[in-house]
């Protein structure tokens, strides 16, 4: 291989050319473009502006198969003169203009113009490092790209292409005149941009003037009949923050205005609004006070139905007035059928300790109920930690079908029902397993002390002119059963060995088990402990004890203590009060 070696592309070489991803290395890919059948090695060296990399370039295409040598010689002083239909390089001269600046000598001093040349890559080569410069006998104007296909890919290379060769003040002087010349043309883009906004703009200004409180006796007609009872509308209006929506406030629905909501946020498809359907996408119901009798018609109400139709419901804050109580912060979705009828309600409290979730079934509620630390709405002081119940909302009454809950260490299984009509009625059966008596009785208030895993089955009933007043005529009776325990106040191994007839303060007795029967009725406000038997090892306890609503103790217990020698038997006689207790013996020793 000589300076004079000529080299042609093979057909994997034509191929590795069309193919941008065969050959990858920049060397190796401008070196195989300029190859052309008739550029001699010393051409291509010229051309690429190092020989060395030429040579190692040319050798490795040509173990690669790509080019080849071919056989002929060319006869000295006869070079071919090199075609430039394929070739990707333009070259001119280009003459930087002289610029005048305070520390330049004047321009007539200036050194001669340095000629330099342009190198450009075509848009389907990769681009070639440029040549070292020389003098071409007559410069040539650069050529522009033709109009046709690709012409702006074309001028885009020529551009980078002139970007690229040109550095110093020299050039950037040159370009500058083509700067200063450029005008600001607008192009389609642009135009269309600044149509779009000003289309929005329109569309917004007329949401916003647009005169809604004439239709608001047409959206009270259709409102109405839709949840099947009177709607009433206080105002009307438009906003676009946080995002474009119509603006409802001070709803009542039905005759004697059982529900009433501060404001309705609806987001509608705007298409719609010109139609005979309107969509809305969404409605958000700020501080709707919903009374509990209107359930059963909110239950039955075809929301969706008639000229409108809506996809979502959002609940903020929302409150259930039962009788004289109220629950308050309540907040959740409505999931709506394709009809656009109601289909699943789901609801939490503000402390978000309880969820339910809600399907209409006529005018009631199938509910599921799940829970964490909650307390129950009248009793603050009763938590369960957990809580599972399932059941049916009416308009007047609530079905607790089953209940499954821990509280207190312990598990709460059971059923129950609240009705609120005509006055408050409470009835459920419980069952306890395994609680910690002294949190217990903590949470309901009682003045008994213990402690020990209490069992227990009990029934619930309670009736009261209102809600509020349930807690105070509860009635209870059933039977419990507690081991490994303590009996807090009552020592009755010290008042067996008491010698004398002085009654026994204080203490405490433990024992193995202790079971028994109770009942507290709401009348009286009495709370009886019958058939109540303690034994722990060689000691046993049989007999009833009695509180009063003011605290008062009352009652008799026989005592049984055995040793290895002898039985001692005794009873005792209950008093003082649940503060403090007092054991006397009914006869003598």
Known sequence: MDKKSVFVKTKEGE????????????????????????????DLAKRFG?????????????NSGLIRELEQSIPAG????????ELPVLTAQVEPEPIETPSRPPAHSAPPPVIEEIVLAAPEYESVPPAAP??????EPLPLPAAGPGWQDKFKALVAGLRGSRSGSAREAALEPVRRDAGLKLGLPLLALISLVGLAVLAGLTFALYPYGRHLPAIERNASAMLKQPVKIGDIGFSFLPRPHISLRSITIGKE?????????????????????????????????????????LASAGAGGGSYEIQRIRLVDASLTVGDARIGGISGEVEMKPGGAPDKIQLQNAEATLRLELQPKGEAFRFSASGSNWKAPFWPDLVLQTLEARGELRPSMLILEKIDARAYEGLVEGKASLDWGGGAT?????????LNATKLLAGLGSMLSAEGELSARLGLEAKAESLGKLKERVKAEGTFDMKRGVARGFDLGEAVRNTSRNPTR?????????TGSFKHDYDSQDFRLDNVRLSSGLFKAAGQIGIAGSGQLS???????????????????????????????????
């Open 555 to 589: 009652g008799a217990v026989n005592v049984e203590l055995k040793s290895s020698a002898t039985t001692l038997r005794m009873p005792l006689a209950v008093g003082g009060t649940t503060k403090e207790p007092m054991l006397t013996p009914l006869r003598g020793r």
């Open 134 to 139: 020389y003098t071409l006998p007559k410069p």
């Open 506 to 514: 204080g203490g405490e007795t433990k024992f193995e088990q202790l």
């Open 50 to 62: 190092d020989e060395n990399a030429t040579r190692s370039a040319l050798a490795d295409l040509m």
């Open 257 to 297: 205005g059982g529900v009433k909501i501060a404001g309705i946020t609806a987001i509608p498809e705007f298409m719609s609004l010109a139609g005979d359907r309107q969509v809305f996408r969404e409605l958000t119901i700020e501080r709707a006070s919903i009374a509990a009798a209107e359930l059963g018609r």
């Open 426 to 434: 409470l009835a459920g059966d419980i069952d306890l397993k395994r």
């Open 78 to 85: 006869d070079e071919p003169v090199t075609q430039t239909d």
């Open 15 to 42: 191929d590795a050319v069309r193919q941008r991803t065969r050959l990858v290395q920049r060397n190796l890919r401008n070196i195989l473009i300029m190859v052309d059948g008739q550029a001699t090695l010393a």
